[in-house]
């Protein structure tokens, strides 16, 4: 089994900043893109920003030049540094991970786990 497990969200007057991490565990070989989505009620899940393993990354239009995707390989993390926040940047962000991993017998299999959310919530 692999888990991702988030934290770092909460409430924030409108231009600061939060930082999210989400750190995946478990019998992991290996793990390929990393990205960060937020939901907000009554609406689709979108990406806001990922990374592979090699560094290369994609922001979503609405976040660019305030996001930074980041992650340290070592410890199976990825970090969403959030600068001059909006009150629409309020939702639920999850994380999600392409993970490689060992099942039960020395099989490997491919998941792509959700975190379990954190709220970001940004008032003005």
């Known amino acids: 089994q692999v888990q991702l497990v988030e934290s770092g969200g909460g409430l924030v007057q409108a231009g600061g900043s939060l930082r999210l991490s989400c750190a995946a565990s478990?019998?992991?070989?290996?793990?390929?893109?990393m990205g960060w989505y937020r939901q907000i009620p009554g609406q689709q899940r979108e990406l806001v920003a990922d990374i592979t393993n090699g560094g290369r990354t994609t922001y979503a239009d609405s976040v660019k030049g305030r996001f930074t995707i980041s992650r340290d390989n070592a410890k199976n993390t990825v970090y969403l540094q959030m600068n001059s926040l909006k009150p629409e940047d309020t939702a639920v962000y999850y994380c999600?991970?392409?993970?490689?991993?060992?099942w039960g017998g020395g099989t490997s299999r491919i998941s792509s786990p959700w975190g379990q959310g954190t709220q970001v919530t940004v008032s003005s």
């Open positions: 999600n991970a392409n993970v490689l991993w060992i």
């Open positions: 478990g019998s992991i070989l290996s793990i390929d893109t």
